[in-house]
C-alpha cells in the first residue's frame, strides 16, 4: 500500500459547501473526514456527502465516453475516445448551425453546479441564447431577481455573527434537509435546537415545522396572499420600522393600500389559514428582534412567483431586520464567478432566445439569463418560434425534473443530434447520440462561492482522484469550443479561476494576491462580514432606497407594488385535491442517487403523503401503492400517513425513477411527479413560471401494483 494523501475538498453533494478530508491511496478515495474548522460545516456530512465513495466507484458510472449504434433508445452504446467525441461534436454542431442558425442549439443544465458560468459562457460563445434548465423560471431566479428589483442585491440569514438571529421565517423552504439556496443545513437546525422562534410556513410537517413557534398549512399556491395579508397586519398595528420605513424606503403609503386588500377574513378564505394564527404569526414577526428569513423554490413555483418573492422579502426589511447583525443581510454583490462572457452572443442572436414575452427572462428587464424550458423543449417537436435542432445536456435528467414529462419525451425524441454528460446513465441519456463521462467533486479543481451565500466564504474544490477518462464540463466546454475555432476567452481552467481571485482581490482586502495555487494552501477565506453597508451606500436601486413600490417594475408592464392573482386550483368533484409537489429528501438530490444503495436502503420508496382520513376516504392505508392522477396522467407512489396535514392536501415526491429497471426506461413514468404537472398552463406574466405546486389531484388505490416484486431486490444483496 502506497503512502496516503490528504486532499481538503468543497462537496457538492448539494449545492455544496462542506469540506471535507478525502484519504487517497494508490490513486483511490478510501477515506472522508468532514473538515472541523470548514466555514459552512464545522466537521458535520450528511450521507450524501459520505456516500462519495460509493458515487465514484460505482460499478454503472459512466467513465468512458459513448456513441450510440442503435436507433434512439435501443440502448446500444459503444465506447469511443475522446478525441472520436469531440471531433464528431464538432463536425455536428457546426454543420447544423452553418444551415440552421447558431440559435439551432440548445443547451439544458440541471439545477446550480460548480459548472453554470461556464455553461453560460459555452452558449455565449457558440452562439445561441438557448441556454436553459429545469429549474430555469422556478428556482432562485425569481427570489434572486425579486431581491434586485426591491433592494439591488440579495440577502440571507445571518447565521455567523456575534448575535443570532432570535426569530427566524421559514417560508416555503425546509432548510434542515434542502440547506437550500443560500446555506447549508446546519445552522438552522441549530437554531431549531436553541430554541430559536420559528415562524413556519408549510403546508407539510418537518423537522422544523416540530419546533414552530407559529405554523401556518397555507394551500399550496397562495402565499402571496398570506404575505400580504401578513403586511396589513405589520402596517395596521404599528408593527413597521418607522426609521427604516420613512428613511430607507419608497412607496410605503402605496404598499399600504395595496394590503388593506387583505384582511384577514380575506386571507383565511384563500389561504385557509385561521385569522387567528396568520394575526399570531404577523405579530411574532413584529416583535422578534433581529429576525430573519429563510425562504424556499415552493413559493416560485406558481403564476404569482415573482411577485409572491417580493411581499416576502419586504417583510424582514419593513420590520427593522435589514441588514442588522443576527438579522436579513445583504449577500455578496456579484459572486466570483468565471465570467459568462454575455458580451460574446451578439444582440441579433441574443434577441431570438425562446422565453417570448416574459421580459424578467428575455433580456428586457434583466440580464438574459435562460431560455423557456418548456417552450425551448417544445421548439424541438413544433418548429415555434423555429425548430431546435442539437441539444446539450449537462447535468439535467429532463425527463424527470422539467414538467409535464410526456412532454418532454415527445420533443427528446425529435432532436437531430443530442450531446449528454452525466455520471449514470438515466432515461434522458438514452435519447442521446453522445454521451459524455461527468466527473465529481472530488475529481475537479475549481472555486467555490454561492453567491446568495450570507457568509461569504470562498472554499476550494480540489481535485484528489481521476476516475476512468471522467472530465469536468468546464473542461469539456473549453476543448470543443477550441476545437471549433471559437475563441473561449481563456486556454486554461487556471486562467479562468485566477481570473475570478483576481476580481475578488480588487473587492475584499482578504483576497489579495491570492491565486488558485495559493489557495489551495489555505483550503478557506472567510472575510469580515460588514453590516448595514446601505446607511453609506444607499441600495443599488435607482432610488437609492428599498423600494416597496417599484418604477422599473411599472415600466416594464408589472405591478409596482407586490399583489396577489387569486387563481385557485380548481378542485371538481373528479379532482378534488390539491396536489404539491417536490418536498426535498435528505438523500437524494432532486433525481440524483436512485442507484446508491447505502441511500436507496435509508429511503426506498417514492411517498405521497396525506392525513389518514384522506386516505380512508379513497379506501387507502398507510403503506398501500395509490395512483396519483392529473389532467396530464397517473403515477403511482407509496402511502404515507400524518395527521398534521390539512385533509384537502396531499404531497406527491419528485425525481423518482428506478435505474435498476434497465434501459431504455428506467421506469420514468411509474412514479415521475412530473408526468402530473404543467409547463404551459398559467405562467406568470412577467416572469414565465409555471405551476409545480398547488394541483388539482384526485388518488385512489393501485391494487394491483408489481413495483416492489419487479425491482426492489438488488437492495438487501
Ligand atoms: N437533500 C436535498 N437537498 C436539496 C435538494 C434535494 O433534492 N435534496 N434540491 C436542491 C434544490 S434544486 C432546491 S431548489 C432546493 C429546494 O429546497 P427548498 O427551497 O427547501 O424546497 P422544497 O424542499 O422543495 O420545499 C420546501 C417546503 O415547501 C413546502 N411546500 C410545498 N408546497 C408549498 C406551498 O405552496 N407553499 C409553501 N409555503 N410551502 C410549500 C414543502 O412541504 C417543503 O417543506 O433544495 C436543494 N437542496
Ligand atoms: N414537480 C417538481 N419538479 C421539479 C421541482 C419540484 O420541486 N417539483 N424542482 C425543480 C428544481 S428547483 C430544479 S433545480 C430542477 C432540478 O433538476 P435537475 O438538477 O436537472 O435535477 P436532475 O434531474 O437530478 O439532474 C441532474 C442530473 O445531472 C447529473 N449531474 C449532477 N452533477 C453533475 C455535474 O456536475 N455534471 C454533469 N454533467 N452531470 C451532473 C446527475 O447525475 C443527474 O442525472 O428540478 C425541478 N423540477
Ligand atoms: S450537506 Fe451533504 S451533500 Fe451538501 S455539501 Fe454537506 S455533506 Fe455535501
Ligand atoms: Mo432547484
Redesign the pocket.
Known amino acids: 500500500m502506497g503512502k496516503t494523501e490528504i486532499i481538503n475538498a468543497a462537496c457538492?453533494g448539494c449545492h455544496g459547501g462542506c469540506m471535507h478530508f478525502l484519504h487517497v491511496e494508490d490513486g483511490k478515495v478510501v477515506k472522508v473526514v468532514p473538515d472541523k474548522n470548514a466555514p459552512l460545516n464545522r466537521g458535520r456530512a450528511c450521507v450524501k456527502g459520505m456516500s462519495i465513495i460509493e458515487q465514484m466507484y460505482h460499478p454503472d458510472r459512466i467513465i468512458h465516453p459513448m456513441k450510440r449504434v442503435g436507433e434512439k433508445r435501443s440502448g446500444r452504446w459503444e465506447q469511443i475516445s475522446w478525441d472520436e467525441a469531440y471531433s464528431t461534436i464538432a463536425e455536428k454542431v457546426t454543420s447544423l448551425q452553418d444551415k440552421y442558425g447558431k440559435e439551432c442549439i440548445a443547451l439544458t443544465?440541471?439545477?446550480g453546479?460548480?459548472?453554470l458560468p461556464q455553461y453560460w459562457r459555452f452558449a455565449n460563445v457558440l452562439g445561441t441564447p438557448n441556454a436553459t434548465?429545469?429549474?430555469a423560471l422556478?428556482?432562485l431566479g425569481p427570489r434572486m431577481n425579486a431581491g434586485m428589483f426591491t433592494a439591488g442585491v440579495f440577502a440571507g440569514v445571518d447565521y455567523y455573527g456575534d448575535v443570532k438571529p432570535a426569530g427566524i421565517i421559514v417560508w416555503g423552504a425546509n432548510p434542515a434537509i434542502s440547506g437550500a439556496d443560500g446555506e447549508l443545513q446546519w445552522y438552522i437546525k441549530d437554531a431549531a435546537k436553541n430554541g430559536t422562534p420559528l415562524i413556519v410556513i408549510d403546508p407539510k410537517p418537518n423537522e422544523l415545522t416540530k419546533n414552530a413557534a407559529v405554523w401556518l398549512k397555507v394551500k399550496p399556491g397562495t402565499d402571496g396572499a398570506l404575505a400580504l395579508g401578513i403586511i396589513n397586519v405589520l402596517i395596521s398595528e404599528g408593527l413597521c420600522d418607522a426609521d427604516f420605513v420613512d428613511h430607507y424606503c419608497v412607496g410605503f403609503e402605496e404598499l399600504k393600500e395595496r394590503a388593506a386588500e387583505y384582511d384577514l377574513d380575506t386571507v383565511e378564505r384563500i389561504t385557509w389559514v385561521p385569522k387567528e394564527d396568520i394575526l399570531k404569526a404577523a405579530r411574532l414577526i413584529g416583535t422578534l428582534k433581529p429576525l430573519s428569513l429563510e425562504w424556499g423554490?415552493a413559493i416560485e413555483?406558481t403564476e404569482n412567483s415573482f411577485q409572491t418573492c417580493r411581499a416576502i422579502y419586504m417583510i424582514p426589511a419593513l420590520t427593522g431586520n435589514w441588514d442588522v447583525p443576527g438579522g436579513f443581510v445583504a449577500s455578496k454583490e456579484i459572486a466570483p464567478t468565471a465570467d459568462p462572457m454575455f458580451g460574446a452572443l451578439s444582440k441579433e442572436q441574443g434577441d431570438k432566445i425562446i422565453s417570448a414575452g416574459f421580459p424578467l427572462n428575455d433580456g428586457t428587464m434583466s440580464p438574459k439569463m435562460f431560455a423557456h424550458p418548456y417552450d425551448t423543449f417544445d421548439a424541438m417537436k413544433t418548429g415555434k418560434p423555429y425548430k431546435i435542432r442539437g441539444l446539450f445536456s449537462?447535468?439535467?435528467?429532463?425527463l424527470?425534473?422539467?414538467?409535464d414529462s410526456k412532454h418532454v419525451f415527445e420533443c427528446l425524441k425529435e432532436i437531430e443530434f443530442f450531446v449528454y454528460?452525466?455520471?449514470?446513465m438515466?432515461p434522458t441519456a438514452e435519447f442521446a447520440d453522445i454521451v459524455l463521462p461527468?466527473a465529481l467533486w472530488g475529481e475537479i479543481d475549481s472555486v467555490f462561492c454561492m453567491p446568495e451565500f450570507a457568509e461569504e466564504a470562498l472554499l476550494t474544490m480540489r481535485k484528489a482522484v481521476t476516475v476512468g477518462e471522467c472530465k469536468s464540463?468546464e473542461e469539456f466546454f473549453m476543448e470543443l469550443c477550441r476545437r471549433m475555432g471559437l475563441d473561449y476567452g481563456a486556454s486554461s481552467q487556471e486562467e479562468i479561476l485566477n481570473g475570478m481571485l483576481e476580481e475578488m482581490g480588487r473587492r475584499y482586502p482578504e483576497y489579495a494576491g491570492v491565486d488558485f495555487e495559493k489557495l489551495k494552501t489555505m483550503d478557506y477565506i472567510v472575510p469580515k462580514r460588514r453590516y448595514y453597508r446601505y446607511k453609506e451606500e444607499g441600495f443599488k436601486t435607482p432610488s437609492g432606497k428599498f423600494e416597496l413600490y417599484c418604477e422599473r417594475l411599472k415600466a416594464g408592464g408589472a405591478d409596482p407594488v407586490p399583489c396577489y392573482n387569486d387563481a385557485p386550483v380548481e378542485l371538481t368533484e373528479e379532482h378534488p385535491l390539491v396536489m404539491t409537489?417536490?418536498a426535498r429528501i435528505q438523500q437524494y438530490?432532486?433525481?440524483?442517487n436512485r442507484q446508491i444503495k447505502s441511500l436507496r436502503k435509508q429511503a426506498p420508496f417514492p411517498l405521497v403523503t396525506m392525513h389518514p382520513a384522506t386516505g380512508a376516504r379513497y379506501g387507502i392505508k398507510e403503506g398501500d401503492w395509490v395512483w396519483i392522477e392529473t389532467e396530464k396522467g397517473r403515477i403511482t407512489q407509496k402511502a404515507e400517513f400524518t395527521e398534521e396535514m390539512d385533509e384537502r392536501v396531499i404531497n406527491a415526491q419528485?425525481?423518482w425513477w428506478y435505474p435498476e429497471a434497465g434501459a431504455p426506461d428506467y421506469g420514468w413514468d411509474e412514479s415521475n411527479?412530473?408526468v402530473l404537472?404543467y409547463g404551459n398552463g398559467r405562467r406568470d406574466s412577467f416572469s414565465g413560471a409555471y405551476r409545480?405546486r398547488g394541483i388539482a389531484c384526485r388518488i385512489y388505490p393501485n391494487e394491483n401494483c408489481r413495483i416492489e416484486e419487479r425491482y426492489y431486490n438488488w437492495i438487501d444483496e
Open positions: 457538492r443544465t440541471g439545477t453546479r460548480h459548472h434548465s429545469s429549474g422556478i428556482c423554490t413555483q449537462h447535468a439535467n435528467n429532463s424527470l425534473s422539467m414538467a454528460m452525466d455520471f449514470f438515466t461527468a464540463d409537489t417536490g438530490f432532486v433525481s440524483n419528485m425525481g411527479v412530473n404537472t409545480m
